[in-house]
């Protein structure tokens, strides 16, 4: 075979509706031509993100009868942990409710006015709360990674050593508190970053007394791309690739729910013990208890062994496998995508794709609307509406105007992939009827999520 089969079968299933396609121009005009604002119950297949849209094994459903909801001390909170420290080889976990719950504690800890954050491309939620706290993001990631169709770079999620270090020596290295390090990078493409950039970027950081913080809400998919593209890690076991990455780490931001393969849940992890207790004071304040950070005690269970069966090789082949069935057909299509496909998603090229439409006019704003239109299918923008404005309140206009059509785990079959791969071919086959929208509200933090627009 040349794509992995499923290595599950289903227990239950959720029936899907699908529209007519006067209701859908109906719901997506309700929506303001915004994917994020439509009702989950008009979508047929719904590939808007992979966060917290996994489903869950039949094992993580047991552990959920499991779970010990006492205020403090959960047993289900000593399984994570020790869950965490024996994958990552982490020395504390502070749970959160999510990804951007460790991204707020570890941002007010360590980001002071005046500070510089270098990281591999921003995220959304990350950068937010860098700039939130009076830091500014800093882009080290490599050129490469900003080119949408440079298929020859196994590892474009990779730092650029020279960009950090001309960081380092304009700024010193006593204004950055951290290096914030994407495994894999989201925005992209879901690329990931090989075993040898980790070590140099934690020689390079030791040297200079930098803190390095995994963002590892997708690490697993990263583990998988070293063991299947770089040289001397073919026969070594997900579970030994991904000790040996976090090896070069210390700390990490997660979001459960991603690799976790919950639907809710994260942590910040750390060796410092000082970072620690100042984060322990702080999760109280914003999350719960340092023994439950916004998670039910079922849903830290669930976490607890979603991050074990994650480890499984023949799961992670498959998860990847599935992205590359699916942007492999658009390939073969025409379709503009980002190249080589990532671990989590296929990413249009929406410049590409709609080339007569300007930046300033959201061509993958749009795009993501018309692919709702013509299919049912939910895709989400990635692109100039996501990057939002700076300091100054300018459009940051980033070199990536993408659609991302993102996965979940074990949740569609190769059929559905099918679907979606007609749908975008017949969006792409009409595209020149299609016209840029222009704000009619924005928000002035994270405005992709309940931006509204107009059609121009
Ligand atoms: N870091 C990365 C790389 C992410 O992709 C996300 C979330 C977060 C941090 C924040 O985690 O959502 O649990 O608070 N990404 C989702 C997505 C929202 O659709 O890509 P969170």
């Not at 270090?165 to 990931?192: D, F, H, R, S, W």
């Amino acid at each position: 075979y040349k794509y992995m089969p499923e290595p599950y079968k289903v227990k239950m299933v959720e029936p899907l509706r699908i529209l007519e396609k006067e209701e859908r121009l109906e719901a997506i005009k309700k929506a303001g031509y915004n994917t994020f604002l439509l009702n989950s119950r008009d979508v047929y297949i719904d590939l808007l993100t992979d966060s917290g849209t996994n489903a869950m094994s039949d094992r993580q459903w047991a552990g959920i009868m499991m779970g010990d909801e006492a205020y403090a001390g959960s047993e289900n909170f000593y399984h994570l942990q020790e869950t965490v420290q024996e994958i990552m080889g982490l020395k504390y976990v502070v749970p959160t409710h999510q990804g951007r719950g460790a991204e707020n504690i570890l941002s007010q800890i360590l980001v002071k006015p005046g500070t510089y954050v270098p990281g591999n491309m921003y995220f959304t939620t990350t950068r937010a709360h860098q700039e939130m706290n009076g830091g500014t993001f800093v882009d080290v990631v490599i050129d490469d990674a900003h080119i949408s169709d440079k298929e020859d770079v196994a590892f474009k999620g990779n730092i650029d050593l020279q960009k950090y270090e001309n960081l380092i020596n304009e700024v010193g290295a006593e204004n950055i508190p951290y290096i914030c390090v994407g495994v894999t990078v989201n925005l992209a493409g879901g690329q990931p970053v090989s075993m040898k950039n980790l070590r140099e970027v934690y020689e390079l950081s030791q040297k200079n007394g930098i803190r390095v913080m995994f963002d590892c809400t997708r690490y697993v998919e990263n583990a998988y791309f070293i063991k299947t593209k770089e040289e001397g890690y073919q026969d070594k076991t997900i579970a030994e690739i991904v000790k040996e990455m976090f090896s070069y780490a210390d700390g990490a931001t997660m979001s459960g729910k991603k690799d976790g393969i919950v639907n809710i849940g994260g942590f910040l992890a750390m060796n410092e013990e000082d970072l620690y207790h100042k984060a322990c004071a702080l999760v109280v304040v914003y999350e719960g208890m340092p023994s439950y950070g916004g998670m039910s005690g079922r849903d830290m269970e669930a976490f607890a062994i979603g991050l074990k069966e994650a480890l499984d090789f023949n799961y992670i082949k498959h998860r990847v496998e599935q992205v590359e069935y699916l942007g492999n057909k658009l390939i073969e299509a025409g379709i503009p995508i980002v190249r080589p496909i990532g671990g989590h998603a296929v990413f249009l090229d929406a410049k590409k794709f709609l080339p007569h439409i300007p930046q300033n006019e959201y061509p993958a704003q749009v795009l993501a609307a018309e692919i709702y239109i013509e299919s049912g299918v939910r895709t989400m923008e990635r692109g100039n509406v996501s990057a939002g404005r700076n300091k100054e309140g300018k459009e940051y206009f980033p070199k990536l105007e993408l659609v991302r059509l993102t996965l979940p785990r074990r949740v569609y079959s190769y059929a559905h992939l099918d679907f979606v791969a007609q749908a975008i071919i017949n969006t792409y086959n009409r595209r020149d009827e299609i016209k840029g929208l222009k704000f009619s509200y924005e928000a002035p933090v994270l405005r992709f999520f309940t931006g509204r627009f107009e059609r121009l």
